[in-house]
């Protein structure tokens, strides 16, 4: 069969001309997708349709006060749906097998017309496969489930109350500043947190900083809370550790009321691997939503990959996309592993070099591919304003272009270099002189045309156990005794605060067309993210944001807080995030600085243990410029050595132009033409 090529696959080639080699590759994914498309369409009116399965499946109450049971598992032999409301009878309420594998049953209301499953009744399903294999499972589609015990999960038939939405999805800002979270940590107390705490305490300190976008990790049902929310049991369920369904409702439309989006941090790149409370052989056989065999295995994850051929799994799969925006809000996706969904390596001990043939060959996962295609032209077509980021270290081309065009749809992809960057930095450097400011500003430059990024420090990968934060690698345990404005600034303490700022600043600058901070980071927490484990002894201690540090008026973190919301003021007031790369200046190795224009903008880095005094410093155009930001400013715990009165005036030298200026050691200045 001939391949068709996207429509606009001309403006895809011409970004990108190294793609036109692989041209064939593209027409090829394209038409795949095509023809998933017209498949699914061949089986439901519409795409809208097909994506509103979660209506249809599951266990649902009806109008009637009846109760409709539907599931999908070929394997089964039997099935019977029990609970406490029949005194866990396993066989008086049999599902009838239909077509194509269905399952259906109908509990009709009692005499009185009355549903005969109680609210908060817990429930399960009890199977025999064809094999005759007896065993117990909770519904795929499961909207709430609890803990029985540490690990295992009961499903609790709760109807939700009509939730009363007081605001509106925000209209999509100009660029994101997005504040990755996670509800169960948000709180300095040794405990898990809830949703109405996020809602209350940390929404309107973020949005009184700047932030505009919350991102929020492990919302969807985990039964093991160490494996940080990705390792999913009930992928429409949110997780009840942190509170009812309409209580998550509470905390996105009170991030609505302050004007912030709200992304989900969505796993559809693999499953847990547990069978009880999973997703994982629900119809007793290895497949099922999942590839069978070896394929369907992620050995370093010890997970399930997921069919994305299959049209079953994609009807849950895209269900789900559907479940969480129309049910619960939320603005948009941050789609996790995407380099694992892309290749059939799933990216493991596979280094990417750049070249074009590592992504166009034999590893390449077309399913997964379609359906990222599939998901993204569904939600960008039904939900214009709805915001896509794919987590994607391959740096996969098209990605981030639309789907028209042959690329794969996302808005945005992580810029997961500079992280590495940074961490790598920190780790090896015994001195800042083996600092190499040139592979900074490749690193932070180098990106896609046209494909937009998320830069940032770091982000949760980095703060878990085993690592730890940037404000950690930087001061270490002088963190325990120094940070009070009390005590001596120690040398370490005045190097880490500095670097700190000049890190977030530059990578902000430079790296991206939007910015993610990982909650507590903004103030430079210390220590790391470690959740209770048989190996800590079930400990909280490190499970936790201690917001209280930036609270006290005698500690030294509340001066980056202040340089955070520093820079997001003037990102919105300024505005570089959205005017390009930035153009370099200056990467001087010896002297450590960097210089660049972005926006109308000139940003300067001293990186450099001593300061420089007169300092050429390229400019894009004649004038007299100002200061507009200073992160050796006293409020930001600097040294207060740059006057801000001072007016720069350029000077020509051949057919450049110049100002002169002082650049304090490990500073960052921020100019702008103000006349």
């Known amino acids: 069969m001939s391949s068709t090529s996207a429509p606009d696959i001309a403006s895809l080639l011409s970004l990108d001309p190294y793609l036109s080699p692989f041209k064939s590759h593209l027409d090829t994914l394209y038409s795949n997708y095509q023809q998933t498309r017209d498949r699914i369409l061949s089986l439901s009116p519409s795409l809208e349709e097909f994506a509103r399965s979660y209506r249809d499946f599951g266990i649902q109450i009806q109008t009637d006060n009846s109760v409709r049971c539907k599931e999908w598992a070929p394997n089964l032999a039997r099935l019977h749906l029990a609970g406490d409301f029949n005194h866990w009878n396993k066989s008086e309420y049999g599902l009838e097998r239909k077509e194509s594998g269905i399952w259906e049953l109908v509990i009709q209301p009692d005499e009185e017309g009355h549903c005969k499953i109680p609210v908060g009744s817990d429930l399960r399903y009890f199977c025999e496969d064809k094999q005759g294999n007896k065993f117990d499972r909770i519904s795929p589609w499961a909207r ?6 540490r690990i295992y999960l ?13 605001y509106k999805s925000p209209t999509p800002p100009r660029v994101l500043y997005i504040y990755e979270s996670h509800v169960g940590i948000c709180t300095p107390e040794p405990k898990i947190s809830s949703y ?25 049902e985990h039964a093991y809370y160490a494996s940080f929310g990705y390792q999913v049991t009930s992928f429409f369920a949110p997780s009840s550790r942190f509170g009812p369904p309409d209580t998550l409702k509470y905390l996105i439309d009170t991030a609505h009321k302050h004007g912030m989006l709200v992304l989900l941090d969505l796993v559809h790149s693999h499953a847990s691997n547990n069978t009880t409370d999973g997703l994982n052989s629900f119809d007793g056989s290895d497949s099922h939503y999942f590839l069978s065999g070896p394929a369907g295995k992620h050995d370093q994850w010890n997970s399930r990959i997921f069919d994305y051929t ?9 269900s789900n996309l559907e479940y969480w925006v129309s049910e619960f809000k939320f603005d948009g996706f941050r789609f996790d592993g995407v380099t694992s969904m892309l290749y059939h390596h799933h990216g493991v001990n596979y280094s990417f070099s750049g070249d074009y043939n590592e992504y166009f060959n034999e590893y390449l996962n077309q399913g997964a591919v379609n359906y990222m295609m599939l998901a993204n032209e569904y939600l960008h077509t039904k939900y214009p304003n709805i915001v896509t980021i794919a987590e994607d270290v ?14 794969v749809g996302f ?15 920190l780790k090896e450097s015994t001195t800042d002189a083996e600092w190499n400011v040139g592979n900074i500003v490749h690193t932070l430059n180098n990106r896609r045309y046209k494909e937009k990024n998320i830069a940032y420090v770091e982000s949760h990968d980095q703060a878990l156990v085993g690592d730890k934060s940037i404000a950690f690698w930087l001061m270490d345990q002088e963190m325990y005794t120094n940070m009070s404005v009390l005590s001596d600034l120690t040398p370490r303490i005045e190097r880490g605060i500095a670097l700190h700022k000049v890190l977030r600043l530059l990578t902000f600058g430079l790296g991206g067309e939007g910015i993610l901070t990982f909650m507590g980071n903004e103030f430079g927490h210390p220590e790391w993210l470690d959740f209770p484990r048989e190996g800590n002894g079930e400990s909280y201690h490190y499970c936790r944001r201690q917001y209280n540090l930036a609270d006290d008026e005698l ?18 007031d300024y505005k570089w995030l959205d005017r390009g790369n930035g153009y370099i200046y200056l990467a001087h190795e010896s002297d450590k600085v960097i210089v660049f224009e972005r926006g109308d903008l000139c940003f300067a880095f001293n990186l450099h243990w001593e300061s420089f005094q007169g300092y050429r410093t390229q400019v894009k155009t004649p004038g007299k410029y100002k200061v507009v930001l200073n992160s050796d400013a006293e409020q930001f715990g600097g040294q207060n050595r740059v006057d801000l009165s001072t007016e720069y005036f350029s000077y020509t030298e051949g057919d450049k132009f110049y100002i002169s200026t002082y650049l304090p050691s490990r500073t960052a200045l921020v100019f702008q033409l103000c006349d």
């Open 411 to 425: 808005d945005y992809r992580l810029a997961m270099s500079t992280p590495d960057l940074w961490i790598k930095l």
């Open 310 to 318: 299959n049209t079953d799994t994609l009807k849950f799969l895209l």
């Open 154 to 166: 009961n499903e609790v038939f709760l109807p939700s109350p009509q939730f009363e939405w007081g």
């Open 555 to 572: 500690l030294r973190y509340k001066f980056l807080e202040r340089f955070d919301g520093a820079i997001l003021t003037a990102e919105r």
């Open 196 to 220: 109405v705490e996020f809602a209350d305490t940390v929404i309107p300190r973020i949005a009184k900083l700047g932030y505009n976008t919350v991102q929020l990790m492990a919302v969807m």
């Open 144 to 149: 709430y489930v609890t803990q029985g015990s």
């Open 394 to 407: 391959s740096g996969f081309p098209g990605l981030c272009r639309p789907v028209h065009e042959g690329g």
